[in-house]
């Protein structure tokens, strides 16, 4: 049984290319990502499947785009649409906590800008439908002319992504000793039926360099399943907290992605695999950062508090050893938003991010979210996983 300490003061990188093929690198492979799962939950993945030259159309375009004069993104501004697709001007100080998922304020103001995008999908707008299988749909796009091939680009690596999303999941499944498809039951057969979203991402210098409480994003873990992380430029700023409390950072690597475990996977394994928090600095100027997070996430149909993983008690041994280093309970709880399907509770996370969305598109449902009525100031705040 391998136990990292719990002061660890890197990130490590696995070669996704090492899990292609059967051996004895193969099956290193696995025992490094079973370990990192289940006590840091963040890595560099290198020599992935998405092609080099699609990554590098996407760090191209992400400073074209955000160059674009203010009126064309405007006209791309998520509150316009339905499905919470793109451009989205970040300076809230209101959040919605991704652990607790309560709402309140927060002390630190956020500066950024970032365009959320997806593959096209029906967006389910007719009779019979429950309002929370509403939140997808077709995202909105500037005019090629405008910034020629941006689209297809965007959308391109959006598909290529997603395919590694679900073969990552497959390895995660078999690192901890299931059949590689155990979490397909979390997916939809029909791919085409999920929506995961993307965005790039761009932090400026802070508006006021001597306010040590403006950042770029706060603490915070990600909800969803896995994020696949595109650090679109040499320009550093995430920061991960390892499980001794300590801010490491995660600086840019050429050809790798960082990924990192969400809320999502952490409870499907019953705190097997574990979320870890994060936060993204604010570069400190003149240069700008860029970044391309993946969030994939689990079917809309689908309760979390179903899991029941079957893992061998090797992995059990391994989680309760961590728990115990750390004086946590080895129990797993589930919350009463886990037993609600998941369409449902990400609806409710989105409306409560953006209540002046859900008045505009899901009226009934906002009412049921805030049935005293809308808060005090329903308008752009912040929106981690929109």
């Given at each position: 049984?391998?136990?990292?300490?719990?002061?660890?003061?890197?990130?490590?990188?696995?070669?996704?290319?090492?899990?292609?093929?059967?051996?004895?690198?193969?099956?290193?492979?696995?025992?490094?990502?079973?370990?990192?799962?289940?006590?840091?939950?963040?890595?560099?993945?290198?020599?992935?499947?998405?092609?080099?030259?699609?990554?590098?159309?996407?760090?191209?375009?992400?400073?074209?785009?955000?160059?674009?004069?203010?009126?064309?993104?405007?006209?791309?501004?998520?509150?316009?649409?339905?499905?919470?697709?793109?451009?989205?001007?970040?300076?809230?100080?209101?959040?919605?906590?991704?652990?607790?998922?309560?709402?309140?304020?927060?002390?630190?103001?956020?500066?950024?800008?970032?365009?959320?995008?997806?593959?096209?999908?029906?967006?389910?707008?007719?009779?019979?439908?429950?309002?929370?299988?509403?939140?997808?749909?077709?995202?909105?796009?500037?005019?090629?002319?405008?910034?020629?091939?941006?689209?297809?680009?965007?959308?391109?690596?959006?598909?290529?992504?997603?395919?590694?999303?679900?073969?990552?999941?497959?390895?995660?499944?078999?690192?901890?000793?299931?059949?590689?498809?155990?979490?397909?039951?979390?997916?939809?057969?029909?791919?085409?039926?999920?929506?995961?979203?993307?965005?790039?991402?761009?932090?400026?210098?802070?508006?006021?360099?001597?306010?040590?409480?403006?950042?770029?994003?706060?603490?915070?873990?990600?909800?969803?399943?896995?994020?696949?992380?595109?650090?679109?430029?040499?320009?550093?700023?995430?920061?991960?907290?390892?499980?001794?409390?300590?801010?490491?950072?995660?600086?840019?690597?050429?050809?790798?992605?960082?990924?990192?475990?969400?809320?999502?996977?952490?409870?499907?394994?019953?705190?097997?695999?574990?979320?870890?928090?994060?936060?993204?600095?604010?570069?400190?100027?003149?240069?700008?950062?860029?970044?391309?997070?993946?969030?994939?996430?689990?079917?809309?149909?689908?309760?979390?508090?179903?899991?029941?993983?079957?893992?061998?008690?090797?992995?059990w041994d391994m989680y309760q050893a961590r728990q115990q280093k750390l004086g946590r309970p080895v129990e797993w709880v589930f919350s009463s938003?886990?037993?609600?399907?998941?369409?449902?509770?990400?609806?409710?996370?989105?409306?409560?991010?953006?209540?002046?969305?859900?008045?505009?598109?899901?009226?009934?449902?906002?009412?049921?979210?805030?049935?005293?009525?809308?808060?005090?100031?329903?308008?752009?705040?912040?929106?981690?996983?929109a």
């Open positions: 049984m391998t136990v990292t300490p719990t002061h660890y003061s890197s990130i490590p990188t696995l070669d996704y290319s090492k899990s292609q093929r059967p051996g004895p690198e193969r099956d290193a492979f696995l025992a490094s990502l079973r370990d990192i799962l289940i006590n840091i939950g963040f890595l560099y993945l290198s020599n992935h499947s998405v092609a080099m030259d699609t990554v590098n159309k996407v760090i191209a375009y992400a400073p074209k785009f955000f160059a674009l004069p203010q009126e064309i993104k405007d006209s791309v501004d998520f509150t316009r649409s339905p499905a919470f697709l793109g451009y989205f001007n970040v300076g809230g100080q209101r959040v919605v906590h991704a652990r607790s998922g309560t709402e309140g304020p927060s002390p630190i103001s956020e500066t950024r800008e970032q365009f959320t995008f997806a593959a096209d999908r029906d967006p389910k707008l007719v009779d019979g439908y429950p309002e929370w299988a509403k939140q997808d749909g077709t995202g909105l796009w500037p005019a090629d002319e405008v910034i020629p091939g941006f689209k297809a680009a965007l959308v391109d690596y959006y598909e290529q992504v997603e395919q590694l999303s679900y073969d990552f999941a497959a390895l995660i499944a078999e690192s901890l000793g299931l059949k590689p498809a155990a979490f397909e039951q979390w997916f939809d057969k029909d791919r085409k039926k999920m929506q995961p979203r993307v965005k790039l991402m761009r932090y400026p210098p802070p508006t006021d360099p001597s306010n040590p409480k403006e950042t770029g994003i706060d603490s915070h873990e990600d909800r969803g399943f896995l994020t696949f992380l595109l650090q679109a430029s040499s320009v550093a700023g995430l920061e991960v907290r390892n499980i001794s409390g300590e801010w490491l950072p995660c600086p840019p690597v050429d050809g790798t992605f960082v990924v990192n475990l969400g809320r999502a996977l952490e409870k499907v394994t019953r705190g097997v695999c574990m979320a870890t928090s994060h936060r993204v600095l604010s570069p400190p100027g003149p240069e700008v950062r860029y970044s391309v997070p993946f969030f994939s996430n689990v079917s809309m149909y689908v309760r979390l508090a179903d899991a029941d993983p079957q893992f061998p008690q090797e992995v938003m886990d037993k609600q399907l998941a369409g449902l509770t990400r609806l409710t996370y989105k409306v409560k991010n953006h209540p002046e969305m859900g008045m505009k598109y899901h009226p009934v449902f906002f009412k049921e979210v805030f049935p005293n009525g809308p808060p005090p100031q329903a308008s752009k705040v912040k929106g981690v996983m």
